[in-house]
């Protein structure tokens, strides 16, 4: 299943703040509504992001095409890509895609003809996701000890092209019968894994637990859980990843309790222009996030709020990172740049 796709001349996605109690279907017609899908979280997760800017670019261009001149297309299109761009600041995918997709636009001959490329373009960026997360499915099974497994948010078809990351991971070693039990947290604040990913997980068959984010250690002390794997929004050079807020303190229990701790996510979530987790620049999200609950206050009033949608995991707590060119191991400077040359070659 997939959560996004190109309807002839819109974008059909799946709108993830209904979920899990309705399946609710949104038709966007033009770049701007596309944008507000990203920011209002209708659609999220790092490769699905990077695949809902794509067709936003060509949903600019359809509106652009009667422009002019190919330059004037062009410029106003260049603008356009950049206002998609910046609708999330951490994740990699999205500004990967949106650059891929200005790449194709300014060597096309007219702005039918880039209208046409970049249709194709972007279909092509949706299907190469969905490629590259079961080859990670693969990989990552092949990885992952037996027994049962933790992860965080939600990483699945939802979350990406179609099929998943370290969700498309954990699914393909239950069907392997390699994992025993999947313990997935409700994540907080926003609950994508109590939403998204037990709504996924109950759909696939696998025998699945949710717990509170603040339950993990305890988990984790009581030996439940053999290895854990998350999903990431940019990885930086060193290795060093942002991913959803929760991820870090979960990394450190795992190190402390001797668990393996992977990352899984697509080439095009490495970011090799910043060397560590400190350029990575951390969104902030509306503090009624925190304070409300399905439109109802649970704080006390006056009260103030930290809420960073992502943290950044240090690349020494982290065993592996899966991605669909193989696996990178520490030091990840070395493996990290093997694997993108790879992808460059």
């Known amino acids: 299943m997939r959560c996004i796709d190109w309807a002839g001349d819109r974008v059909r996605l799946l709108d993830q703040t209904c ?102 373009e972007a279909r092509a960026i949706q299907r190469q996701d969905e490629e590259a997360n079961r080859r990670m499915g693969r990989l990552g099974a092949d990885l992952l000890p037996a027994g049962a497994v933790l992860t965080h948010c939600n990483t699945g078809f939802l979350a990406t092209g179609g099929y998943g990351t370290a ?26 894994g109590a939403r998204l990913t037990a709504w996924e997980l109950a759909r696939a068959g696998a025998e699945a637990t949710l717990l509170p984010d603040s339950a993990a250690g305890e988990l984790m002390r009581r030996g439940k859980v053999q290895s854990a794997i998350v999903g990431a929004d940019r990885i930086a050079a060193n290795g060093d990843t942002a991913n959803k807020i929760g991820t870090y303190v979960l990394a450190v229990l795992a190190k402390e309790h001797r668990i393996p701790f992977y990352i899984a996510a697509p080439t095009s979530t490495v970011d090799m222009t910043i060397s560590s987790g400190r350029e990575i620049n951390v969104e902030e999200r509306a503090p009624e996030e925190v304070t409300h609950l399905a439109g109802q206050r649970v704080a006390a009033q006056g009260v103030s709020v930290f809420n960073t949608a992502f943290d950044v995991t240090p690349a020494k707590y982290i065993a592996a990172i899966v991605t669909e060119r193989g696996v990178a191991a520490p030091p990840y400077e070395a493996s990290l740049k093997t694997l993108m040359e790879s992808r460059d070659g």
């Open 19 to 120: 979920l899990p109690s309705d399946e609710v279907w949104l038709e966007l017609s033009d770049h701007g509504s596309v944008i507000a899908a990203i920011k209002e979280m209708r659609i999220r997760g790092a490769p699905a992001i990077g695949v809902a800017g794509a067709y936003a670019v060509v949903l600019a261009a359809q509106q652009l095409r009667g422009a002019g001149s190919k330059a004037a297309f062009v410029a106003q299109l260049d603008t356009a890509a950049q206002e998609i761009a910046n609708a999330r600041p951490t994740g990699a995918n999205l500004a990967w895609a949106v650059r891929r997709m200005i790449d194709v636009a300014h060597k096309a001959a007219s702005p039918e003809a880039a209208l046409t490329a970049l249709t194709a």
């Open 167 to 192: 969700l498309g991971v954990i699914l393909t070693a239950w069907c392997d019968g390699k994992l025993k039990h999947v313990y997935a947290t409700e994540t907080r604040p926003l609950l994508q």
